[in-house]
């Protein structure tokens, strides 16, 4: 081998050499980073002639495993979905009270049944009799709470949608724009790798939004489609439209048009669901929440309000009453009326009639709404009714079975604490799940083990190269000195 021959293998070494630690040094440093993708140098030989004339850089690999991060992302996916139902039902849950909290439904109940029984025992006691009043007060007072917390929800969640649909349309114009880039970038021989890491990062927020399914083109570029079919992004990426609505109302559903779905190109993408095919993440959850699981826990509420007000206005428990009359409790001065129940237990309200405050009196309690005087101070007898009329089982909603007041209420304080419940376990199956595939795409990653390995592999190539160079320059000195 000549010197000009060693001094040029020298150099090509060099140079590769000083690539491979840039990319072990990016390595390094990137190793925690979310979506990068371990790199290497890729080197090929270079033939002078017969004469070897060292190594060239070919290019940068980046690794990654395609399926398994497929399944990273639908489990992303998945975990979103639940964790934003958890967190919800968990928030719900501490807002209307625990079924051993006694500032909750249960315990208003209690408190009211107590006080009529207190009652009975002095029923001449305007006191007594007072309290039984304040204590229906509380009722409704939760009643109404517990139904702007479920709205709130609601609307918590019709805001979560237009977020989701922001950072979707955002996200798919952003691996729009870089795959442009890298198709751009790819042409003039340049690397692609920070792109590529760039890029994926995108679309793993995609994958949060929508469960979705990355479709690889030869031209370095990638398509995207939901799980189901649905096309969000082939060379160019589609724009979804969602209108949210400011305040939401216990009556206010999408069937009834009250509530906006999702667009495509402005035509709805599916008028039963307004999620269609992109339900599956943090969208699918964000809709089953405000159309069905909040709407049935509104529905149970209402079935509470319907059950009290029956129950204080049946002619059997207060014989003074005629159909149609006001009981205790009343739809804002109105009579229960079966055919307009949404929302109830947002309208219900104490019988003025009885309540000092409105200009009530408190012996009509005692006595019977319509009593046209006032009975005997010392007879209990229609406060008795009163308080036997809470142990009776009856179903006057339509589609309910049939339950006392309390068993009504815990009823609905249960059905809460079981959503919960369910959420949290399907969390946990999923949040394992997702810790498993995690890990093994992490496996793939970048070992800083094996890199400082590879360190010193390429320190001590460097120094055989730098060692060569020194040794071309001794022997061309001696020359240049005969």
């Known amino acids: 081998m000549s010197i000009s021959s060693a001094l040029n293998n020298a150099v090509a070494g060099l140079t590769a050499t000083s690539r491979m630690a840039e ?25 002078v002639g ?86 229906l007060g509380d009722i409704t007072a939760t009643l109404q709470s517990n139904t702007r917390d479920i709205q709130t929800h609601r609307q918590e969640a019709d805001a979560e949608i237009a977020n ?15 795959n442009a ?78 509530l906006g779905g999702i667009t495509l190109d402005g035509v709805p993408l599916d008028t039963a669901t307004g999620v269609g095919r992109l339900s599956g993440g943090a969208l699918g959850a964000a809709f089953t929440l405000r159309d069905e699981t909040l709407v049935d826990l509104q529905q149970s509420l209402d079935e509470v309000a319907v059950d009290l ?46 309540d000092p405050n409105s200009g009530g009196e408190l012996h009509l309690l005692r006595d019977g709404l319509n009593a046209a005087t006032a009975g005997s101070s010392g007879d209990a007898a229609q406060l008795n009714n009163w308080l036997d009329a809470l142990g009776v089982a009856r179903a006057d909603a339509a589609g309910v ?7 009504r209420v815990s009823d609905f304080t249960a059905k809460i604490g079981t959503a919960r419940l369910s959420a949290e376990e399907q969390l946990s199956f999923t949040a394992a799940r997702w810790d498993t595939i995690k890990s093994a795409e992490l496996a793939n990653g970048v070992d800083t083990d094996i890199e400082l390995q590879t360190l010193m592999r390429i320190e001590q190539a460097y120094a055989a190269n730098a060692k060569v160079l020194e040794t071309a320059d001794f022997m061309m ?6």
């Open 181 to 258: 880039d890298i198709v751009r970038m790819r042409g003039a021989g340049q690397d692609v790798s920070a792109l590529l890491d760039a890029r994926q990062v995108a679309v793993d927020e995609i994958a949060k939004i929508v469960p979705i399914r990355q479709v690889d083109h030869d031209n370095g570029t990638v398509g995207l489609m939901t799980t189901s079919g649905t096309t969000l992004l082939d060379s160019r990426a589609v724009e979804f439209g969602f209108a949210a609505t400011p305040t939401i109302t216990a009556d206010m559903t999408l069937a009834s048009g009250a």
């Open 309 to 354: 007000i029956a129950r204080f206005e049946d002619p059997a428990t207060d014989p003074t009453l005629n159909a149609g009359d006001l009981g205790l409790l009343t739809e804002e001065g109105n009579p229960l009326n079966l055919s307009d129940v949404a929302g109830l237990a947002g309208r219900i309200a104490v019988n003025s009639a009885i």
């Open 50 to 135: 017969n004469v070897g004339g060292g190594v060239k850089v070919t290019g940068i690999v980046r690794f990654t495993d395609a399926g398994i991060l497929n399944d990273r992302r639908l489990a992303d996916s998945a975990l979103t979905s639940q964790q934003e139902t958890v967190s919800t039902l968990n928030r719900l849950e501490q807002n209307l009270g625990g079924p051993n909290d006694s500032a909750n439904l249960v315990g208003k109940l209690a408190a009211f049944e107590t006080a009529l029984i207190s009652a009975t025992a002095d029923p001449a006691s305007e006191t007594r009799l007072a309290s039984v009043v304040s204590r």
């Open 23 to 47: 990319a072990v040094s990016s390595n390094l440093s990137n190793a925690l980073t979310e979506g990068y993708g371990k790199r290497s140098v890729e080197l090929s030989s270079v033939q």
């Open 477 to 482: 000195q001696r020359l240049m000195e005969i």
């Open 401 to 407: 079975s049939t339950r006392s007041a309390a068993g």
């Open 164 to 178: 989701s649909v922001e950072q979707l349309n955002t996200s798919l114009k952003q691996v729009e724009q870089l």
